[in-house]
């Protein structure tokens, strides 16, 4: 008889997203994205973080003033895409813990990813996730939020 707690295919890929998600060097937001085709296999993943070659230690990570993070962090699903190397990303689906922002809507739209697969929309309301939200419909990708009743997938090594 085979095994029956098994994780689903939604909960593996967004597991590897948070998994990504912990590469990140942000004192204070990891995220995580995994972009999976049509036949469940892994494209790529991304988190939000400094561009290749520039120093984690060299650029600021500050969230206020005058040089902000902000200036400098790729979002984990523009280097998702960027990690796909021209890869097709038609009818792909992305996995990401956090809704898009407006700016990676706009990537993720162009790359042809056609499903937003998400955990958490905190910033709902906000005139840039509703930009996000509106140009996704109006592109036909579809978004849903990950219902689980997992609270957590356990790793040992």
């Given at each position: 008889m085979k095994r029956q707690d098994y994780i689903t295919w939604d909960e593996y890929f967004m597991?590897?997203?948070?998994?990504?998600?912990?590469?990140?060097?942000?004192?204070?937001?990891?995220?995580?994205?995994?972009?999976?085709?049509?036949?469940?296999?892994?494209?790529s993943t991304g988190y939000n973080g400094l561009p290749k070659g520039c120093s984690d230690d060299d650029y600021s990570w500050d969230r206020e003033g005058e040089d902000t993070k902000y200036k400098y962090v790729v979002h984990a699903e523009l280097n998702a895409i960027l990690n796909a190397s021209g890869k097709p990303l038609a009818g792909?689906?992305?996995?990401?813990?956090?809704?898009?922002?407006?700016?990676?809507?706009?990537?993720?739209i162009q790359s042809g990813i056609s499903e937003v697969?998400?955990?958490d929309d905190k910033y709902d309301g906000t005139a840039e996730n509703s930009a996000s939200k509106r140009m996704l419909a109006s592109a036909g990708v579809k978004c849903r939020r990950l219902n689980t009743d997992k609270k957590s997938i356990q790793l040992d090594f």
């Open positions: 597991g590897v997203a948070l998994l990504a998600s912990k590469r990140s060097k942000d004192p204070n937001t990891q995220v995580g994205a995994c972009i999976v085709g049509t036949d469940n296999i892994i494209i792909s689906r992305i996995y990401v813990a956090l809704f898009p922002c407006n700016e990676c809507a706009k990537a993720i697969v998400y955990l």
